[in-house]
């Protein structure tokens, strides 16, 4: 494609694998040993707090033993230097693409790094534990949760990103199985759209057949190359 203007990226768990944090559907379909719907759903958060809230207090703790990697920071290097518009939209709660210093970005299912009050809504920077039955500082309900999309919620910033993705060029996904929606029917808005589509995973997905172009290896290889290539225009 010749110079792409306004890019979006979407990126999943397989951008921080070699970082050291965990894909979601490892051996046996497990995320860190345990089942999706024991951790992930609303009616897992109701049926057994304790679990859910430590399951997410261990997932944040670990944040403090990873870095981000070549990925992240070839990113950063696009979003500094690309004078287009770019969306980076990560479905990671990983805070690697904010610490690598990834300025375009949006976390559409929410962060490990963030609390949410289940009660009037607010959100707001969190690190440490985050006891069950925690005060909301805003609204005084004991109702703060994982500030954490589960399956059934909708994603953060849906709007602004369809919208970003209706007027973009190029859609990038980069590690990611195509396997949870709305994120893995973006590539289908995207070509509606016109735009180039561009798949960057360590394998086939499930949507890689909707790509234009799928380039399979390591994010931590691929990623730099490819944002060389759209910066020296080689793209
Ligand atoms: P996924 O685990 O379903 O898929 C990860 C994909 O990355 C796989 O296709 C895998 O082949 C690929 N992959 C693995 N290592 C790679 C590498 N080194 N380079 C490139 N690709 C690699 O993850 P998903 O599609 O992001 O969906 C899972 C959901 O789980 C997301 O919504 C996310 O919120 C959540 N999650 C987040 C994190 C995180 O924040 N780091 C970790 C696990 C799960």
């Known amino acids: 494609m010749t110079d792409p203007r306004n890019i979006v990226i979407l990126t999943g768990a397989g951008i921080s694998a070699e970082s050291g944090i965990a894909t979601f559907r490892g051996p046996g379909g497990l995320w860190e040993g345990h089942r999706v719907e024991d951790v992930c759903t609303p009616q897992a958060l109701r049926a057994d707090p304790d679990l859910v809230h430590r399951f997410y207090d261990l997932r944040r703790a670990a944040l403090t033993r990873v870095e981000p990697n070549a990925a992240h920071h ?5 979003d500094r ?3 287009g518009d770019l969306l980076l939209v990560t479905q990671n709660v990983d805070d690697l693409h904010d610490r690598a210093g990834s300025r375009r970005l949006l976390h559409m299912h929410g962060e490990l790094k963030s609390r949410l009050c289940a009660a ?4 707001a920077p969190h690190d440490g534990d985050l006891p069950p039955g925690s005060a909301c ?3 005084h309900a004991p109702a703060l949760r994982p500030d954490i999309v589960f399956f059934g919620e909708m994603p953060y910033a849906m709007e602004r990103i369809e919208d970003a993705i209706l007027s973009c ?3 990038v996904s980069i590690g990611t199985s195509g396997a949870v929606y709305p994120a893995a029917g973006f590539v289908e808005l995207a070509r509606h759209a016109g735009a180039a589509t561009l798949e960057l995973n360590l394998e086939r997905s499930a949507g890689s057949a909707r790509f234009d172009d799928s380039r399979l290896g390591a994010a931590g290889t691929l990623v730099p190359a490819w944002v060389d290539a759209v910066l020296t225009g080689a793209a």
């Open 137 to 139: 500082p805003a609204c």
């Open 120 to 123: 009037c809504g607010d959100r």
């Open 74 to 78: 070839a990113l950063v290097r696009l």
């Open 81 to 83: 230097d690309w004078a």
């Open 169 to 171: 060029d190029l859609f």
